[in-house]
Every structure is written in structure tokens, then in C-alpha cells.
Nanobody, 120 residues
Framework: AVQLVESGGGSVQAGGSLRLSCAASGAAVSRSHMGWFRQAPGKEREGVAALDRSGHILYAGSAKGRFTISDDGGNNLYLQMTSLKPEDTAEYYC???????????????WGQGTQVTVSS
């Protein structure tokens, strides 16, 4: 069975940085379409960054220039987040999808999430 486990969330002040990790078992990250998503209270889940199995990367406008998605060639996916803003506060999830992109509906394996809180 495929399992995704996120870690690295926490509380930071605006302008700070965090690095999220996603450890996959039962699937090879480097051979899958992967994505990072987030969901704030009362809001829909939204795509933040995606890395397809060809190595192509896509970022949401809110993430461009501040977030970096990467993998280690094995079973780990990362999201380096810098210049964090209070509006980045959300539960962050990694996921495996059937196609590359930022649409959560195309992803079918999800982790349990890790909370990121950015204070002003």
C-alpha cells in the first residue's frame, strides 16, 4: 500500500522559512507525479507546487519565487518555503496523482498533512 507521511511543519514569524518533507512508501517519488497542496480553515484545498515524473515543475502564483519543490531521486519529496507570509498558514499535504498539475482532484494518494502557521 502507498503511504505518504509529511513532516517539517511548525510555527514561524513572517519572513521565516520552513522545509517540509514527504516520505513515501510503496511508491517511488521520482517515478510519480507529485504535488504539494494546502488547505486553510474554511477554504478549499489548493495546489502549491507540482513535480511530474519528467522533472517538470509547476508553481501556483502565490508560491513562485518563494517555494521550491524537489525530490531526492528516491522516496522523499520536499518543499522549501521562504519569505513566509501569514496567508501561507494552512495544513500542507503531499500527494501522488495520475497526471501532473495543481488540481487536487487528479491526485489519489494523500498524506495526513503537516500544519504551517505564520504569524505577523
Amino acid at each position: 500500500a502507498v503511504q505518504l507521511v509529511e513532516s517539517g511543519g511548525g510555527s514561524v514569524q513572517a519572513g521565516g522559512s520552513l522545509r517540509l518533507s514527504c516520505a513515501a512508501s510503496g511508491a517511488a517519488v521520482s517515478r510519480s507525479h507529485m504535488g504539494w497542496f494546502r488547505q486553510a480553515p474554511g477554504k478549499e484545498r489548493e495546489g502549491v507546487a507540482a513535480l511530474d515524473r519528467s522533472g517538470h515543475i509547476l508553481y501556483a502564483g502565490s508560491a513562485k519565487g518563494r517555494f521550491t519543490i524537489s525530490d531526492d531521486g528516491g522516496n522523499n519529496l520536499y518543499l522549501q518555503m521562504t519569505s513566509l507570509k501569514p496567508e501561507d498558514t494552512a495544513e500542507y499535504y503531499c500527494a501522488i496523482g495520475k497526471q501532473a498539475g495543481l488540481d487536487p482532484s487528479t491526485y489519489y494518494y494523500w498524506g495526513q498533512g503537516t500544519q504551517v502557521t505564520v504569524s505577523s
